[in-house]
T-cell receptor, first 117, second 113 residues
Framework: DGGITQSPKYLFRKEGQNVTLSCEQN?????MYWYRQDPGQGLRLIYY???????QKGDIAEGYSVSREKKESFPLTVTSAQKNPTAFYLC????????????????FGPGTRLTVL | AQSVTQLDSQVPVFEEAPVELRCNYS??????LFWYVQYPNQGLQLLLK??????LVKGINGFEAEFNKSQTSFHLRKPSVHISDTAEYFC???????????FGGGTRLMVKP
């Protein structure tokens, strides 16, 4: 079955530690995204990548880093510089049709809930 | 810059009653709109989307939405809700480059027996 997987589902971290969240897709999508979701709030974009070896900052990139070495994988590292990392993290992917065609549906993974102890 | 406003953070409703979840957007050029549903501790699932054509869009699970350009709205409706519709619903607009979504704050639909 095609889809997006995120692991782990739940993650606990001590203050001052870096932690990496995994996101893998087998949909052959070019673009991948990381969002952060806090209780009662919408989704905020952390980073996105349109193509392998390229990525762009979103609205709240500070304290996070990403890599895109393979088309299928887009891991997110939450660094110790992120002041309030406890949140639900969602990964998404899409297959852009190019330009402003506006036909790009984003497909989401099941999410990782990160808690800082 | 684009923005999306979901006016109601929570909507309580009894089972089998109709419901409308409101969404207003701001966008300078072409408008591509989406509604997603999120069940507890899960990712988002696409309900429906408006790209062009008929302003009334039908989606999964009996939901539909109407695009109203003059009122810059894209309200989501269902004529009769079920307990299983209890979830959070997000409205989103695609940017002009077609590569980023802007989400509203979400509306929590609570269906009571």
């Amino acid at each position: 079955d095609g889809g997006i997987t995120q692991s782990p589902k739940y993650l606990f971290r001590k203050e001052g530690q870096n932690v990496t969240l995994s996101c893998e897709q087998n949909l052959n999508h070019d673009a991948m995204y990381w969002y952060r979701q806090d209780p009662g709030q919408g989704l905020r974009l952390i980073y996105y990548s349109q193509i392998v070896n390229d990525f762009q900052k979103g609205d709240i990139a500070e304290g996070y880093s990403v890599s895109r070495e393979k088309k299928e994988s887009f891991p997110l590292t939450v660094t110790s510089a992120q002041k309030n990392p406890t949140a639900f993290y969602l990964c998404a992917s899409t297959h852009p049709h190019g330009g402003s065609t506006g036909t790009d549906t984003q497909y989401f993974g099941p999410g990782t809930r990160l808690t800082v102890l | 810059a684009q923005s999306v406003t979901q006016l109601d953070s929570q909507v309580p409703v009894f089972e089998e009653a109709p419901v409308e979840l409101r969404c207003n957007y701001s966008s300078s050029v072409s408008v591509y709109l989406f509604w997603y549903v999120q069940y507890p501790n899960q990712g988002l699932q696409l309900l429906l989307k408006y790209l062009s054509g008929s302003t009334l869009v039908k989606g999964i699970n009996g939901f539909e939405a109407e695009f109203n350009k003059s009122q810059t709205s894209f309200h989501l409706r269902k004529p009769s809700v079920h307990i299983s519709d209890t979830a959070e619903y997000f409205c989103a607009v695609l940017n002009n480059a077609g590569n980023m979504l802007t989400f509203g704050g979400g509306t929590r639909l609570m269906v009571k027996p």
